[in-house]
């Protein structure tokens, strides 16, 4: 399958996704009347997590470190249950020998929708966007950077709301991309906030 057929067929399954949970998010009559959050006309997520697998090709990679960063990312309502917006979102990982970095990051767009609220009890999420990898030696110079690629995250979790304004969130996210035809794929459990 060559690139751009692989990324139109990325781009249809997002849509298609988006627009069946949109469609779910605009029923608002189910939300909660009792909700903890305040609804906000935006909001801001922090999350920082650890990278349980990590595979390039179908084959694992040996890591002595691997952590996971969602940052940047802005969120606007469209809903009283969904929230979209743009951010970026990384993993850093060190190969066993200590000799060697590589960071791969999503540039996307991101949709979380929440059975009770925003901010409030279960949510899923779906990214997609734009990849790029970058290799570093271990005191961070850059050995090569690649070209752009594209891909996507689905991710579950909970929101613990603990002000009217901020909501602790704990999720776990499953991201596939591909880079320079080669297929990357991750799982990470990550911790942060929504704000």
Known sequence: MSPKKGLLRYVVLIIAILLTVSGFAQNDETASPDTKRKL????????????????????????????????????????????????????????????????????????????????DGMFLRAD???????????????????????????GAGYALPISQETSLLFYAAYRDYTIQAERYNDVTIQVGWLW
């Open 40 to 119: 906000e006309s935006w909001y801001h997520s922090f999350t920082v997590g650890y990278t349980l697998y990590t595979a390039v090709d179908g084959i694992q990679l040996e890591t002595s470190m691997a952590v996971a960063l969602d940052f940047l990312r802005f969120y606007f309502p469209v809903s009283k249950k969904m929230v979209i917006g743009p951010g970026v979102y990384g993993t850093g990982l060190t190969d066993t020998s200590g000799t060697m970095q590589l960071y791969l990051y999503l540039y996307s767009v991101s949709a979380q929708i929440y059975f009770n609220s925003i901010g």
């Open 128 to 154: 997609a966007g734009a990849a790029r990898g970058l290799i570093t030696d271990i005191s961070g110079e850059a050995m090569g950077i690649s070209d752009w690629g594209y891909g996507f995250l689905a």
